[in-house]
């Protein structure tokens, strides 16, 4: 009897160990056109056909290529495409096992309200290893849609969306485990989350900070970090096209 129980400790501390390691990075990685970390802001960053996140440079080529065209940022051929064909296209891609494809077409089918198209196109895609289909699966457990509300699934799914990098889920995993009353679990997420930039969990960090649940070193630490991570998204040429991006809004 000890030594099962014995087993199963070491199996949690092993568990802990990996679910509180600092990623290197977010799941989103880094843009292949600027070799930066893209931002966090899902407005920061563009969605190709090919499902590859870019930043917002990406305008501000067209811009300099004198043409509002778009093209393909890497071949620049012309991608103009009609809606049916964008279909068709992730379609083909996820009859081969896309997990980028399934996740995205999750997505759309979620923005469309069918729920029971989204949740079988996630799992799909989170069986195949995407990570931010995880994420959504456990939104979708949470809230109860499609599915029955089971906080262990979504605790499930928001620890390997977080071991992957996925903030939002990191974020989502310190919510959980200070309603729980864990709030020492809680901190730890909210402080890998800050160092990736979450601008959310750094403000949750500063709450826990005012009411004496964070030490001051390991809040600073987490300060340092989080402008770390914000500094790296940053350059000039983002910087352009971010006033390029805001200019063509104001039109």
């Known amino acids: 009897q000890n030594t099962k129980k014995n087993c199963k400790k070491r199996a949690a501390e ?20 600027c070799y930066l970390p893209l931002q966090l802001d899902p407005c920061g960053s563009i969605m190709l056909q090919q499902t590859i996140n870019v930043c917002n440079l990406s305008n501000l080529i067209r811009e300099s290529e004198g043409s509002l065209e778009h093209r393909c940022e890497f071949c620049r051929r012309s991608v103009e495409i009609s809606g049916e064909e964008r279909e068709r296209n992730m379609m083909k891609r996820i009859e081969a096992s896309d997990r980028e494809a399934m996740c995205e077409m999750g997505t759309r089918r979620c923005g469309e309200g069918d729920y029971s198209a989204a949740f079988d196109y ?26 029955e509300k089971d906080d262990k699934k979504q605790l499930h799914h928001l ?22 009353g864990r709030t020492d679990r809680a901190v730890k997420h909210y402080i890998i989350a800050a160092k990736l930039g979450c601008d959310n969990s750094l403000d949750a ?30 350059s000039p040429q ?10 063509v809004n104001k039109c």
């Open 159 to 180: 620890e390997v969306a977080a071991i992957g990098g996925d903030v939002s889920a990191r974020n989502n995993l310190g919510l959980f485990e200070e309603k729980t």
């Open 205 to 234: 960090l500063m709450l826990c900070y005012r009411d004496g649940l964070v030490s001051k070193e390991d809040f600073a630490g987490a300060l340092r970090g989080h402008q770390a991570a914000i500094d790296a998204m940053k």
């Open 238 to 247: 983002r910087e352009a096209a971010e006033e390029y991006k805001a200019g």
């Open 14 to 33: 092993l568990h802990d160990e990996i679910l509180f390691k600092q990623p290197e990075s977010t799941h989103l990685g880094d843009c292949p056109i």
């Open 122 to 147: 996630w799992t799909r895609a989170a069986a195949l290893g995407d990570i931010h289909a995880h994420f959504e699966l456990s939104i979708l457990y949470r809230d109860g849609r499609v599915v």
